[in-house]
């Protein structure tokens, strides 16, 4: 349709210069110094990522160990049947040592007594 020799508007022309000029711009910026600076650039940048990652894991997995224990959920079933069992026996130890008083004195009937 159209050739690309044809300038139907002089602006476009003007435009395609700057971006031929800015890509002569990019191509000369491509120096191996500048390369190996952005090279070093991004070889940091990875390390910090993988630091942070690894920061962030040990962090979930502490406060996940720690929830789990707290809530009773890392001990096995035979575990937790065995503490119910010596809670039971620690219970009744105390009650024998200290047996609930069952009984009290009914006021109700020293109080009428002592009019």
């Known amino acids: 349709m ?3 020799g044809d ?3 002089s602006k476009d022309s003007r435009l395609n210069s700057d971006v031929e000029k800015n890509l002569d ?3 000369a910026n491509l120096s191996a ?3 190996a600076i952005r090279k070093k650039q991004l070889e940091k940048l990875f390390t910090r990522l993988i630091a942070f990652g690894l920061a962030c894991g040990a962090v979930l997995g502490i406060g996940t160990y720690y929830l789990l224990s707290r809530l009773g959920l890392d001990k096995k079933p035979y575990e937790l049947e065995q503490e119910r069992i010596e809670r039971e026996q620690r219970q ?3 009650q024998a040592f200290f047996p609930d008083i069952t009984t009290f004195p009914d006021v109700s009937r020293t109080q009428t007594n002592i009019h």
């Open 2 to 4: 159209f050739d690309p």
């Open 25 to 27: 711009n990019i191509d």
């Open 7 to 9: 300038n139907f508007n």
């Open 92 to 94: 009744e130890q105390q």
């Open 33 to 35: 110094k500048s390369v």
